[in-house]
């Protein structure tokens, strides 16, 4: 998958949708099974690989919405970027791994992602 960028706006709810997918023998979109697998999502800075944010389906902050459709579901709560210091989030990345029961680990989806302040105070 290509890159993605992410805004977050500092303190506030950040929730979004993932479904995996991949191409069958006819080119055609098939979802990926993902029953009894972890998800990972962690923000770190590219420069020191300073952790930002993590969040994660043993965390709750994940969940699973319907494994054999590959659909899941991410909340960021207000309190994860509540307070950040926006500089360290300039050259920040992000990714999304999937771990199955066997040990294989897949990264899914990954980008740059920035924090911002809003305008309400």
């Known amino acids: 998958m ?3 960028t992410l805004s977050i706006v500092a303190g506030t709810t950040f929730d979004f949708e993932l479904t995996w997918e991949t191409q069958n023998a006819d080119a055609e979109l098939e ?3 993902i029953t009894g697998c972890q998800v990972v999502l962690q923000i770190r800075n590219a420069v020191d690989d300073s952790l930002l944010l993590s969040c994660s389906t043993q965390a709750g902050e994940v969940t699973v919405t319907d494994p054999l459709s590959g659909k899941m579901q991410f909340h960021i709560a207000p309190s994860k970027t509540a307070n950040q ?16 029961p066997s040990d294989d680990v897949y990264s899914l989806v990954r980008g740059w992602v920035k924090l911002i302040f809003g305008v309400v105070r």
């Not at 989030?89 to 771990?99: S, T």
């Open 2 to 4: 290509t890159d993605q």
């Open 31 to 33: 979802p990926v099974d």
């Open 85 to 100: 210091d926006v500089t360290a989030w300039k050259e920040a990345r992000w990714e999304v791994r999937v771990i199955f």
